[in-house]
């Protein structure tokens, strides 16, 4: 058994925010420790989601890190989705990862990856306003200090796929270029042709220890997996879909011509 299996998500997020602030406020463990009258060690195990502390501990951190309400917000609202998550079964770990990754590596085939579509775009794939929410609420970690890195390869066809129309694909593209602008987010485009070893879309979350969670889409819905073998063999096909596709620039630019010559 993986030890990411072996720690609950919801501690693992948590811990990931709380080691977010205490770095952004310059404290060591030890520090931290000292302020909330604990011993180091058990900041560390807070950290890495191996202990759940009560919601009194989280506002003695709030308090020592000068967060305001921060932490003990973060700690009610993981709890409420330990009683109702609100993403479908097959994905449930997965945003949880998500939320908690230093990087994400995606590849979409048909639509716009999740975290750079905007509301009117998702709003057309999705059937749910609750659903939408939520997508947007996941996209929060673009803006977080430090951001995760944004890595995103889309097929050509995702560009031409309409949407919702032409406004809501201009206005889509027009997203993904801003977006591709920010220092911690790629976008390419990979052409349409056969790439070895790619069969599905999926996306890759490395932990802040870089332990790496794999989410793939399946027919039926997806799975969340990090087993080495899987993790591996995303990772290879990650690898060689880069290797395939346009850069960064080149990417922008044919963005760029498909705006003016197909949703102008």
Not at 44 to 55: H, K, L, N, W, Y
Not at 77 to 85: A, G, N, P, Q, V
Not at 131 to 153: D, F, G, H, M, T
Not at 174 to 185: D, G, K, T, Y
Request: net charge positive.
């Amino acid at each position: 058994m993986t030890m990411y299996n072996r720690v609950q998500p919801e501690f693992l997020s948590f811990g990931a925010e709380v080691k977010r602030l205490r770095k952004a406020a310059g404290f060591s463990q030890q520090t931290l420790a000292d302020l909330v009258n604990v011993t180091r060690s058990y900041i560390a195990q807070v950290e890495s989601g191996r202990t759940r502390c009560r919601r009194e501990f989280a506002v003695r951190l709030d308090r020592a890190l000068k967060s305001g309400t921060t932490l003990v917000e973060v700690w009610d609202e993981l709890l409420e989705s330990i009683k109702s998550d609100k993403y479908p079964e097959f994905f449930a770990n997965f945003p949880k990862a998500e939320q908690s990754a230093d990087m994400l590596r995606s590849y979409e085939d048909r639509v716009v990856y999740g975290l750079l579509q905007n509301e009117a775009y998702a709003r057309v794939l999705l059937n749910d306003e609750e659903a939408v929410k939520s997508r947007i609420k996941r996209q929060e970690i673009l803006y977080r200090n430090p951001p995760p890195s944004i890595i995103a390869v889309m097929d050509e066809t995702v560009l031409y796929r309409e949407v919702g129309g032409k406004v809501v694909m201009r206005e889509q593209l027009e997203r993904l270029l801003e977006l591709s602008e920010m220092e911690n987010v790629s976008v390419q485009v990979a052409p349409v042709r056969y790439i070895r070893n790619v069969w599905a879309t999926f996306t890759i979350a490395t932990l802040p220890d870089q332990r790496q969670v794999v989410y793939t889409a399946k027919a039926y819905g997806g799975e969340t997996s990090t087993s080495p073998p899987h993790v591996a063999f995303v990772n290879k096909a990650m690898a060689t879909l880069q290797a395939e596709a346009l850069n960064v620039r080149d990417t922008r630019e044919l963005i760029r011509k498909v705006i003016k010559e197909r949703w102008t």
